[in-house]
């Protein structure tokens, strides 16, 4: 022990140009600190002072490959474990519609919740990629409507309200899912219709469900009046919860929104309704197909907030305002989430025949959720590269791990298809088909 702290002591005089008597080990980290600057992930050292003359202040009997490396060791170690805990940043400030103040224009990020958000948007990230890559490898196969680029609104509100608070969204579901405490292998396993999956096979990529999670729903806009429902239930038990009723651009002109906004408005409900407008809806830009594109003002006598979608602080900021404002009694709040898908409507949508390929290569290159949260954890010696690379990896294997487990899984047999249809007791018929008579596959040959 006592070679290993000369050996270190000796390392870090060399580093700070101090002599080896003058100072204890921890009064040179100190000074080795001034030296040290962690930026954009990449450890940086500034101007050393010149070396002394050979043979001073210096123990012949100490090899210098040795305390190289030893010093090498020292500055690494500082740059994985010195880290920020927490920062403050300025987000951008939210429209507002009926509203006199709205969410604050900073946020406050800590090392853990940004590591959690990071990890969370990227293990989504990596499940749609794996999922586009299944479905063109006929693999997975119908209606697949994938989340990439819109990450941040999912990882924003599920960090903004609580677990216990209930989520209903549209068809592009599998974020949510995630976020709702389901697990890749699960979803991906749905998306292949293997008995594994959450919904067992059954539910394919629209119909995935889990506690307080109500799924995707493939009718446009039809979720919107069943979270006020929810959010109805809510009230009626006073249990304190609220629901998040999730639309898309496209869907916001349903006649059903506004017949919802109404009862939600005069019963005051506790329901925030969430418009993900990213953009177009199906291969129509917003501006085709609305006459006003202030989703957010839509609600007329429901207060509203335009929020920045691709920032994931926005969103959690703007989310718990949101259900503040709904735990305390005001009613229901519609928040507009501008943000961008990067392929198209559905995997049967090139994506790029209404749009070009140039609009979504700036978008990605400008604008990407998790490449701006990631750059604000590196320039605030939040994280380093290193250690996001690690959870890169980690997710790269868990994705792909379940990839092998959706491609592996059996399909559910079909004496299942009349199972889980009622909660309990089913009826001896359903819907001409007797649950107990065993059912054959007919070919269609026959």
Known sequence: MRNMLTLISNALC????????????????????????????ATHIRKLP???PPGADRDPELDTDLIDSAAAQVVASRSFTDFTPQVSFNIKSCDLHGLEEGPADSAVLTRDQGLSYYRCMQTIRRMELKADQLYKQKIIRGFCHLY????????????????????????????????RGVSVREILAELTGRKGGVAKGKGGSMHMYAPHFYGGNGIVGAQVPLGAGIALACQYQGN????????????????????????AALWKLPCV???????????????????????????????????????????????????????????????????YRYHGHSMSDPGVSYRTREEIQE????????????ERMLSNN?????????????????????????????????????????????????????????????????
């Open 273 to 339: 309704f969430v418009c993900e407008n990213n953009r177009y809806g199906m291969g129509t830009s917003v501006e085709r197909a609305a006459a006003s594109t202030d989703y957010y003002k839509r609600g007329d006598f429901i207060p509203g907030l335009r929020v920045d979608g691709m920032d994931v602080l926005c969103v959690r900021e703007a989310t718990k305002f949101a259900a503040d404002h709904c735990r305390s009694g005001k009613g229901p709040i519609l928040m507009e989430l501008q943000t």
């Open 148 to 179: 990439d680029g819109q990450e941040a609104c999912a990882a924003g509100i599920e960090a903004g309200i609580e677990r216990t608070d209930h989520l209903i969204t549209a068809y592009r579901a599998h974020a949510f899912t995630y976020t």
């Open 50 to 52: 010149p070396e002394p």
């Open 14 to 41: 060399r580093i700070t140009g101090r002599k080896v008597a003058e100072q204890t080990v921890s009064e040179l980290l100190i000074d080795l600190s001034e030296f040290v600057n962690v930026s954009s992930g």
């Open 382 to 446: 939040m994280a380093s590269v290193e250690e996001l690379k690690e959870i890169d990896g980690e997710i790269r294997k868990e994705v792909d791990d379940g990839a092998q487990f959706a491609t592996s899984d059996p399909e559910p047999p079909l004496d299942d298809l009349c199972k889980d249809i009622y909660h309990n007791s089913p009826p001896v018929q359903v819907r001409g088909t007797n649950p107990w008579i065993k059912l054959q596959s007919v070919s269609s040959s026959s």
């Open 240 to 263: 304190g919860q609220i629901c998040v009723a999730l639309y898309g651009d496209g869907a916001a002109n349903q006649g059903q929104l506004f017949e919802a906004y109404n009862m």
């Open 363 to 374: 978008v990605r290159s400008k604008n990407d959720p998790i490449s701006l949260l990631k």
